[in-house]
């Protein structure tokens, strides 16, 4: 079993900076994520790494986010900088086995105004 708290999301303006953290306990996952879903939207893939450091991101997101994880203390970390409006979802922090999410976090609400 693994328990997944997501913190560090918040109300930011257009330009803005957020620092999401998930701390992971129980069973540790290679391979770990984070997801967002916006009002009416799927649920979709943010940026993936793995305890190597392999790292994957959305198209969406690149050379704006940064995913990062530190092993010793369980933790993965998602820095999101130049926020715009539509990055305004809940994100969600996955442990994932292969590709597919097997544990999900409880989110963190991201809103960013114009």
């Known amino acids: 079993q693994v328990q997944l708290a997501e913190s560090g999301g918040g109300l930011v303006q257009a330009g803005g900076y957020l620092r999401l953290s998930c701390v992971a306990s129980?069973?540790?996952?290679?391979?770990m994520g984070w997801y967002r879903q916006a009002p009416g939207k799927q649920r979709e893939l943010v940026a993936r790494?793995?305890?190597?450091?392999?790292?994957n991101y959305a198209d969406f997101v690149k050379g704006r986010f940064t995913i990062s994880r530190d092993n010793a203390k369980n933790t993965v970390y998602l820095q999101m900088n130049s926020l715009k409006p539509k990055d305004t979802a809940v994100y969600y922090c996955?442990?994932?086995?292969?590709?597919?999410?097997?544990?999900w976090g409880q989110g963190t609400q991201v809103t960013v105004s114009s």
């Open positions: 996955s442990a994932l086995l292969g590709l597919v999410p097997n544990y």
């Open positions: 129980g069973s540790i996952h290679r391979l």
């Open positions: 790494i793995s305890s190597s450091g392999s790292i």
